[in-house]
């Protein structure tokens, strides 16, 4: 079979290690003639997984002491909805800014459990860029943010710390891609499936001494002091995809951690962006500045060689690159196990196209 180049947005790539490492614990984990799927979570095989998971988290995101690190269900979606119970008061008020469609989602249930305040956005523009320069009222339980906009293809490159404001982020497409500065967080979640595992598990990294603060009454399961009390096993947890979050955190401390991995993932953002920007026949759709370096998004310049494209990219083996049906043509998703050799055989199909381009108008 002839490889295949994966630039899936998410469910997303896993390093090939990871896959073959998890693939083994189906049929046999640890040598238990068992597999990883039908053993208990209180097993000592899994209790070691999850210890291991957490302690690799807190390591190479250099996670102070007094946060948990939590290993949840319900996807990100349901973060939008811890977020609020956790953190907001009954009469309180959520700040947001709105700078794509999964900011618009959770700033849509702190509407309906509280009152919201969008203090900027850039929809105005399809959130092709990040709004700066606004000002946060003090009289707000916390400002929520998102790092990296997955569809739009922005990220925020300067935090907006706040001395006096908890600060939540869903890092849920750019988590362990960089550097962050987990102090400057009362929370941070994420969805496994774009920079750590299959889809299933929700990693939550929350400030304990910030927790049951707030005047609400939280149902049990969306009480992060639940499985904050329980580490993460209050009820059966996402086994599986734990487990391959665990590998995959493996691989990248083996490799040199986040130091490294920032290193790599602006080498690969740089070389398809500088194709992007040199090559006539593309254009990026987002700021400048506030590109992502995990979703890049572009488009033709001349839509009537649409099909001349996408049967270059097709053959080449390249999977995945069609853009979200909000911004259209292209999203090219190059998370941390991205292949900086999928990138240049990508980048080969968009020179291939102008040449060929070039030998028709000359
Ligand atoms: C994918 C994604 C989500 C949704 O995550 P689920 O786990 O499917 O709920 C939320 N936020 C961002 C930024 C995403 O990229």
């Known amino acids: 079979m002839s490889k295949v180049h994966n630039f899936s947005a998410g469910p997303s790539i896993l390093n090939q290690e990871v896959i073959n490492q998890a693939s083994k614990a189906v049929a046999n984990f640890n040598n238990l003639n068992l597999s990883i799927l039908e053993i208990s979570h209180r097993s000592k095989d899994f209790v070691a997984v999850m210890d291991n998971a957490v302690a690799l988290v807190k390591e190479i995101l250099n996670v102070p002491e007094g946060y948990s690190v939590l290993f949840l269900q319900g996807g990100a979606s349901t973060g939008f909805l811890k977020t609020i119970l956790n953190f907001m008061n009954e009469n309180g008020t959520g700040a947001y800014l709105n700078t794509g469609a999964w900011s618009k989602k959770a700033l849509k249930e702190a509407e309906k459990l509280g009152k919201l305040n969008v203090i900027a956005s850039s929809e105005d523009k399809n959130f092709n860029y990040i709004p700066k320069g606004y000002t946060l009222p003090s009289d707000v339980d ?97 086994v599986y995809p734990i487990y391959v979050s665990m590998l995959t955190l493996e691989w990248l401390k083996a490799n040199g951690g986040i130091e490294w991995i920032e290193k790599v993932n602006q080498e690969k953002a740089d070389l398809i962006y500088n194709e992007i920007d040199s090559n006539p026949l593309f254009e990026g759709t987002a700021a400048k500045e506030d590109r992502s370096n995990m979703n890049v998004t572009f488009v033709l310049t001349n839509e009537d060689i649409k099909e001349d494209f996408d049967a270059l990219w097709k053959t080449a083996g390249i999977s995945g690159i069609n853009g979200h049906r909000d911004v259209g043509g292209y999203r090219a998703s190059i998370y941390n196990a991205m292949p900086i050799e999928s990138i240049q055989v990508l980048v080969n199909t968009m020179k291939q196209l102008a040449n060929k381009y070039d030998l028709v108008n000359n």
Do not use: C, E
Request: aromatic share 8%.
């Open 142 to 238: 916390y400002f929520h943010i998102t790092t990296n906009n997955t569809i739009f293809g922005t990220q925020i490159k300067d935090i907006p710390t706040q001395d006096n404001t908890l600060l939540i982020a869903d890092m849920s497409s750019d988590i362990f891609s960089r550097k962050i500065n987990v102090s400057d967080y009362a929370m941070i979640y994420a969805g496994a499936q774009k920079n750590l595992g299959p889809a299933g598990t929700t990693l939550y990294i929350v400030k304990d001494d910030l927790l049951g603060k707030t005047d609400r009454t939280i149902p049990t399961m969306l009480d992060l002091r639940t499985h904050a009390a329980k580490g993460s096993m209050f009820n059966t947890p996402p």
